[in-house]
């Protein structure tokens, strides 16, 4: 079964950092394709950014040059650093795993960038 649990979202005032994180538990996480994604309210949940198993990394275009995301397979945990945060950044952010064409989620952890 497999379970992923997200850290790391708060408040911040535009410009600022933060770092999510995400456990995950379950076998194979060295073969997945881990993700970060994200709701704001009223819209459509987003792709963030990805990452294969191998370490090739896919953004959006709105992130790109500000968010890093990085895996450690040793530890079965995603990471995402987010640099100049913006007040459209605001939004839940979801851990997911692409596992043998199945789709898990996190919980979600609450991003709010604002004045």
């Known amino acids: 079964q497999v379970q992923l649990v997200e850290s790391g979202g708060g408040s911040v005032q535009p410009g600022g950092s933060l770092r999510l994180s995400c456990a995950a538990s379950?076998?194979?996480?060295?073969?997945?394709?881990m993700g970060w994604y994200r709701q704001a309210p009223g819209k459509q949940r987003e792709l963030v950014a990805s990452?294969?198993?191998?370490?090739?990394?896919n953004y959006a275009d709105s992130v790109k040059g500000r968010f890093t995301i990085s895996r450690d397979n040793a530890k079965n945990t995603v990471d995402m650093q987010m640099n100049s945060l913006k007040p459209e950044d605001t939004a839940v952010y979801y851990c997911?795993?692409?596992?043998?064409?199945?789709?898990?989620w996190g919980q979600g952890t609450q991003v709010t960038v604002s004045s």
């Open positions: 997911h795993q692409k596992r043998f064409g199945s789709d898990y």
């Open positions: 379950g076998s194979f996480f060295s073969i997945s394709v």
């Open positions: 990452i294969t198993y191998s370490g090739s990394t």
